[in-house]
Nanobody, 123 residues
Framework: QVQLVESGGGLVQAGGSLRLSCVAS????????MGWFRQAPGKEREFVAA????????YYADSVKGRFTISRDNAKNTVYLQMNSLKPEDTAVYYC????????????????WGQGTQVTVSS
């Protein structure tokens, strides 16, 4: 059974930093694209960042570019999201996602999703 488990969320003041982690189990994702999405109250889920299987290509939403960094450790089946200069509008539940296709595009569809971790940024 595939599981993606996020951690690292919490409450932080504006301007602060958090590092989210997502550990995958049940199969290896070392050849699969992975991504982070978020959903704020009353809003639709939106793309945040994605990374290809090797870590050589990354993609970001304009709203987080320059502040967030996605990375991965394939030996640990883990993807990270370093979030700096956090703003109140970054408040949301953050979800990790993984593609089921080897060497798939990071900006394509995702098949596996975690349960999410809450990030709250106070002003």
């Amino acid at each position: 059974q595939v599981q993606l488990v996020e951690s690292g969320g919490g409450l932080v003041q504006a301007g602060g930093s958090l590092r989210l982690s997502c550990v995958a189990s049940g199969r290896t994702f070392r050849r699969a694209a992975m991504g982070w999405f978020r959903q704020a109250p009353g809003k639709e889920r939106e793309f945040v960042a994605a990374i290809n299987w090797s870590g050589g290509s990354t993609y970001y939403a304009d709203s987080v570019k320059g502040r967030f960094t996605i990375s991965r450790d394939n030996a640990k089946n883990t993807v990270y999201l370093q979030m700096n200069s956090l703003k109140p509008e970054d408040t949301a539940v953050y979800y990790c996602a993984a593609d089921s296709t080897d060497y798939g595009s990071p900006i394509g569809e995702y098949d596996y999703w975690g349960q999410g971790t809450q990030v709250t940024v106070s002003s």
